[in-house]
């Protein structure tokens, strides 16, 4: 016979993006309504190890909705890599009475979410929190809507002064494994060339870009680098290149860094946090475990958390054809 679940524990881990709060809101609040306990679970795993619980209600999250990061904090954590590790997080878990898990984070946090349901038994249903969007199952993750509105904002600043210049700017952004913020991004914000991991289009190629759009007319030109892109060693040495091949263009770095993972969550990201925290909850109310919270076609679907681990979330062939198309 299922356990009934009496309490469900809420932890955050990993890299901290904007609309963990809206997630965290949303699990308590949905626990209220079912009158499940919730407790709040400081620092990700470490935490979990260490019994740094708080119990939360209705009222403890509110007014958080709009914040960026995560009240919960969030941590690395080597020791829940170990065995002895997730035995002492388990046994911190009965000692509470917590019944149930929800994860909110990306690859690492699921990745340890097997493991520990895997040993333990113990029901854990994972939220998808990153503002790569890199994991597999689901058209969005949390955060990912703000990080790329942020980031357009900063190109359209950066542009102003390329403009004003004749600057070229190589905007890095990130995405180490993955060029989602870069693609959309420099859509978005009307990049001349954008460069990812997973198009490696090569140094000479740019350069015949970059030369066709001197040749065009251009006077200045924004290039945005997803970090993970190999076409020079790093955006620095890449833009070193180009001074030294186009001694016509002026050349410039920026590289916006951890300021694209805080701000207010976007009203989508807000929205859809909330949607995946109530799905996780009745999810775990009525009996499932094992899965991420995943929304395909605007519908909250559920994805074994090991799929959406080991699933490749490919680059839309759609954006890679328009942006050849855009900047022309």
């Not at 097997?114 to 199952?137: A, C, H, R, S, Y």
């Not at 460069?195 to 006077?219: C, F, H, W």
């Not at 995946?276 to 519908?299: H, P, R, T, W």
Request: net charge neutral; aromatic share 6%.
């Amino acid at each position: 016979m299922q356990k009934k679940v009496k309490k469900i524990g809420v932890l955050t881990s990993g890299g901290d993006s904007p609309g963990m709060n809206a997630a965290i809101r949303a699990v308590v609040r949905t626990c209220s309504f079912y009158d499940i306990e919730s407790v709040g679970i400081y620092r990700g795993y470490q935490g979990l190890i260490e019994g740094d619980f708080v119990a939360l209600n209705a009222r403890s999250v509110r007014h958080i909705i709009s914040r960026g990061g995560t009240i919960l904090k969030s941590a690395r954590s080597q020791e829940f890599r170990t065995v002895e590790g997730r035995k002492r997080a388990y046994d911190q878990l009965i000692k509470a009475e917590i019944d149930a898990l929800v994860l909110i984070g990306g690859d690492g946090t699921f990745t340890g979410g097997v493991l520990f349901q895997k040993e333990f038994n113990f029901p854990v249903m994972g939220v998808p929190g990153t503002i790569d969007n890199d994991i597999f199952g689901t058209n969005f993750t949390i955060g990912y809507d703000t990080a790329l509105n942020t980031v357009v904002n900063a190109i359209d600043k950066i542009r102003d002064t390329a403009t004003s210049h004749n600057r070229l700017f190589f905007v890095e952004v990130m995405g180490r494994d993955s060029g989602f913020i870069a693609l959309n991004s420099g859509i978005g914000a009307g990049a001349e060339d954008i460069l990812i991991p997973e198009e490696n289009i090569g140094i000479d190629v740019l350069l015949k870009s970059l030369k066709r759009s001197k040749k065009a007319g251009k006077t200045s030109s924004i290039i945005v680098v997803s970090e993970g892109d190999k076409t020079g060693e790093n955006v620095f040495e890449l833009a070193k290149y180009i001074d030294e091949n186009l001694p016509e263009y002026e050349t410039k770095v920026s590289v916006l860094g951890h300021m694209q993972r805080g701000g207010s969550p976007s009203c989508f990201d807000r929205v859809m946090a909330s949607r995946m925290a109530i799905k996780a909850v009745e999810s775990l109310k009525d009996g499932s475990k094992g899965f991420m919270i995943g929304i395909q076609n605007n519908k909250m679907t559920l994805v074994p958390l090991e799929k959406a681990i080991k699933g490749d979330h490919a680059i839309n062939e759609e954006l890679l054809r328009m942006s050849d198309i855009l900047t022309i």
